[in-house]
């Protein structure tokens, strides 16, 4: 598969918005527990939980920006490796009684992980994309 700067780019910034959409609830304790709640859970989220759901959620939204403002190649390569950390370890959750929702979340990493990583199995399009400047919007 052969991708354009242009459109590798697209790809990037578009898992991006995703990222942001999708992580923006997880970011502050206000937030988060509005989406426990939303998700029916069960219960209060301990202390814990809602630091480390934060924790993420911040460095998430930071790192989305940067992929929005400059969606550079190596950017849509480490986000691609990321993905297939998140679905490692949603695939565990699920094996160890996650809640189902959890499916369709790791269906997306997965879709977004191929996406970005495909074009960096092909030695020219890996070659050309190294060399890549951020597209401007």
Known sequence: MLLSSSSYARVVRASAWY???VTAPFATPWTYRLLHDALALGGPADRMTVLYAN???SVVLVWSLLRVLRPLPL???LDGVARVLFTS???YALAH???PVVWLFLGVEVAWGVAQLAPWSRRNT???LLHLRPQTP
């Open 97 to 99: 009684g996650a809640a």
């Open 55 to 57: 924790l993420m959620g």
């Open 126 to 128: 890996r070659e050309n």
């Open 75 to 77: 950017y849509g390569l």
């Open 19 to 21: 990222d942001l959409v």
């Open 89 to 91: 370890w949603q695939a």
